[in-house]
C-alpha cells in the first residue's frame, strides 16, 4: 500500500510561487476542493447525456479518436473512455471557460486549452467488473504520443477533475514525482510503455476526492491501479483537459486514427 505523503493545495485568485515550485520540482498538483459535489454532479450528467446518445447511435469515433466502450454492473454497455466531451456538454465549455481553469495555465506558460486537439477534454470510467474494457492503466508518459505521432515531444499538461473519490480502493493515480524532467530516451523506455501495470518503489498514490483537482505534466511517468474490490466499490471516473503548447494542431471528423491508439487497443 502506498501512504507516501505530499503536500496538498487550495487553488486562489492566482498560483502562489511555492505552488509554482512544488510543480516544477514533482511535475504534478494537488488542488483539494476545486468544485462542489453539486457542480461535479452537473457535469457527470452530461456525460451520461452524451453516453445515451453514443450507445443509441453506435457512434464509435469522433474526430478520429475512438470512443472505449464496455459494460458495467448491471451488464450495461458503457463508455470507458470518451474524447472530446467538450464539444457536446455546455457544462464542460462553461468550466474551460472558468477564471480558475484559464489560471492554470501560468503552469505552463504559453499553454492553451487543447478544445479541438489531440483527444479535447477526455473522460474515463474504470469499473472492475469481467466485460469492462477498462479496469487500470499501465505505466507511460501523455507525451510519448507525441512520439508516436513522429513529432516533437511538446510541454503539455493534464489537468485532472475527480467525479469520484479516488485512492488504492478503487485503483488510483500513482505518479513517479521528477519523471518530466528525464531524457526523450528514458521517457520512451524507462517502462515498456503501457505493458508494464507494476507498482514501483518511488511512486506515491494520489488520494484524491471528488471535485478535487489533480494536475501533471505530460512527461512524467503514471499509471492508473486496478481495484481490489468490484462493481460500484471500483468505480473510478475522472476528467482531464489537456493544456497544450506548439504549433495549434485543430482535428476535425476527416481526422484520421493515430496509431498508438490502435497499439492500445491491441494490448488493452
Ligand atoms: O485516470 C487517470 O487518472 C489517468 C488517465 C491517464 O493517465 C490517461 O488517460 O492518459
Ligand atoms: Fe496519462
Do not use: C
Amino acid at each position: 500500500m502506498q501512504t507516501k505523503y505530499y503536500k496538498k493545495f487550495t487553488l486562489g485568485t492566482e498560483i502562489t510561487e511555492e505552488q509554482l515550485n512544488f510543480f516544477d520540482e514533482f511535475g504534478f498538483i494537488h488542488f483539494e476542493d476545486f468544485l462542489s459535489t453539486e457542480d461535479v454532479d452537473d457535469i457527470i450528467k452530461s456525460t451520461e447525456t452524451l453516453q445515451h446518445h453514443w450507445v443509441i447511435n453506435q457512434v464509435n469515433q469522433v474526430n478520429g479518436i475512438p470512443i472505449k466502450y464496455g459494460y458495467n454492473e448491471h451488464g450495461e454497455k458503457i463508455v470507458q473512455r470518451f474524447p472530446f466531451t467538450n464539444l457536446f456538454s455546455s457544462e464542460i465549455q462553461a468550466l474551460l471557460k472558468h477564471n480558475s481553469i484559464q489560471l492554470l495555465k501560468s503552469l505552463m506558460p504559453g499553454s492553451r486549452i487543447g478544445e479541438q486537439e489531440k483527444d479535447g477534454v477526455v473522460v474515463n470510467h474504470y469499473v472492475n467488473v469481467p466485460n469492462s474494457s477498462y479496469k487500470q492503466l499501465g505505466w507511460h508518459t501523455d507525451s510519448a504520443r507525441d512520439i508516436f505521432y513522429g513529432k516533437k515531444v511538446l510541454p503539455m499538461l493534464n489537468v485532472g477533475l475527480y467525479f469520484d473519490d479516488s485512492s488504492e480502493d478503487n485503483g488510483g493515480l500513482r505518479v513517479l514525482p521528477g519523471t518530466h524532467k528525464q531524457n526523450a530516451f528514458k521517457m520512451l523506455f524507462h517502462k515498456a510503455y503501457f505493458l508494464s501495470k507494476r507498482e514501483d518503489g518511488g511512486e506515491i498514490l494520489v488520494n484524491a476526492k471528488k471535485g478535487d483537482l489533480v494536475i501533471h505534466d505530460g512527461r512524467m511517468w503514471h499509471r492508473v491501479g486496478q481495484s481490489p474490490y468490484f462493481g460500484e466499490r471500483s468505480r473510478r471516473r475522472v476528467m482531464y483537459i489537456p493544456f497544450v503548447t506548439g504549433d495549434y494542431q485543430p482535428k476535425n471528423e476527416k481526422s484520421k486514427t493515430p496509431f498508438y491508439l490502435k497499439f492500445q487497443n491491441l494490448i488493452g
